[in-house]
T-cell receptor, first 117, second 109 residues
Framework: GAVVSQHPSWVICKSGTSVKIECRSL??????MFWYRQFPKQSLMLMAT?????????EQGVEKDKFLINHASLTLSTLTVTSAHPEDSSFYIC?????????????FGEGSRLTVL | QKEVEQDPGPLSVPEGAIVSLNCTYS??????FMWYRQYSRKGPELLMY????GNKEDGRFTAQVDKSSKYISLFIRDSQPSDSATYLC?????????FGAGTTVTVRA
């Protein structure tokens, strides 16, 4: 099946620094990618929709200036957590739909665990 | 009220038992229904994908959708310890998924 790759899988940073997470679709092109956040023992919450060549669409309550999303190519979207704080520590997961019109299945990356000290 | 309700469990069953999971939803616009399996510290893995009401079988897994009742189920037959994971239901009417809270399942050897 389709593969979505995330990097890094695990990152620790100091409070106030910025962290960039990459999401790549390895064997298909994705004009749209989704970024989710998952806190321990909770479900995935959609943060934003990344659109290739245009601005991302953020869900209500998600600070667009804090979570910068760039979708520069059809296979790469990046999420930058700016001025990270301990409350930003979470599991960030990206997903991308395949182009199949009838299914549009979503495939998820392996996730990136961010710990802010 | 959440759009998707799922009992978080945990659910513990002996090896070989049938695991029964379910979700209810409130948005009648949902058209696609999915079950994902998530191991600890990993991204979700798609297990089953259904579009219409009825049953869909794939090996030991059976997914059921009842749109009239807004209720979906996942059954795992002959459960194995390797099935121990968190199972998330998800549904959508476009590409935006709404997830259940996930049910943590442990299959005891």
């Amino acid at each position: 099946g389709a593969v979505v790759s995330q990097h890094p899988s695990w990152v620790i940073c100091k409070s106030g620094t910025s962290v960039k997470i990459e999401c790549r679709s390895l064997d298909f092109q994705a004009t749209t990618m989704f970024w989710y956040r998952q806190f321990p023992k909770q479900s995935l919450m959609l943060m934003a929709t990344s659109n290739e060549g245009s601005k991302a669409t953020y869900e209500q309550g998600v600070e667009k200036d804090k979570f910068l999303i760039n979708h520069a190519s059809l296979t790469l979207s990046t999420l930058t957590v700016t001025s990270a704080h301990p409350e930003d520590s979470s599991f960030y997961i990206c997903s991308a739909p395949t182009a199949a019109a009838n299914t549009g299945e979503l495939f998820f990356g392996e996730g990136s665990r961010l710990t802010v000290l | 009220q959440k759009e998707v309700e799922q009992d978080p469990g945990p659910l513990s069953v002996p090896e070989g038992a049938i695991v029964s999971l379910n979700c209810t939803y409130s948005n009648s616009a949902f058209q696609y229904f999915m079950w994902y399996r998530q191991y600890s510290r990993k991204g979700p893995e798609l297990l089953m994908y259904t579009y219409s009401s009825g049953n869909k079988e794939d090996g030991r897994f059976t997914a059921q959708v009842d749109k009239s009742s807004k209720y979906i189920s996942l059954f795992i037959r002959d459960s194995q310890p390797s099935d121990s994971a968190t199972y998330l239901c998800a549904m959508r009417n476009d590409y935006k998924l709404s997830f259940g809270a996930g049910t943590t399942v442990t299959v005891r050897a």
